[in-house]
């Protein structure tokens, strides 16, 4: 039998997190979401999980989503990482390239969460 696969979805709006919860689960009903309203949050829930994805803000309160996705790249080497965000500076963008970091736009879709889950599956 296969282990459960969890996700982390990290974001400090409750309804984005839902909406991410929602998309992960209509296409893995079987995986684990787990979830962080703030980086330093994510940080702390990763020292105990072992997720095959993580879903970050970009734009939250407190540290940053690229912030917290480079100290998440150190503690989960092996871990498909990817920002959220409606709009990206050219620097962040690089950045994540060189730490390995994808790129989801926002408003996330249900299109996109499968896409991005069939990749890993």
Avoid: Y
Wanted: glycine share 6%.
């Amino acid at each position: 039998m296969n282990e459960t696969k969890t996700v982390l979805v990290v974001d400090d709006s409750r309804v984005s997190r839902l909406m991410a919860r929602q998309f992960i689960l209509s296409r893995q009903p079987d995986w684990k979401v787990e979830e962080a309203a703030t980086g330093e949050e994510a940080i702390e829930k990763v020292k105990t999980l072992s997720p095959v994805l993580i879903l970050i803000d970009v734009n939250m309160p407190g540290m940053g989503g690229l912030a917290a996705a480079e100290h998440l790249r150190a503690a989960c080497p092996d871990t498909h990482i990817s920002l959220v965000t409606a709009n990206v500076q050219n620097a962040t963008r690089s950045r994540a390239t060189e730490l390995g970091i994808g790129f989801m736009e926002k408003p996330i879709t249900e299109t996109r969460i499968h896409a991005l889950i069939g990749a890993l599956e």
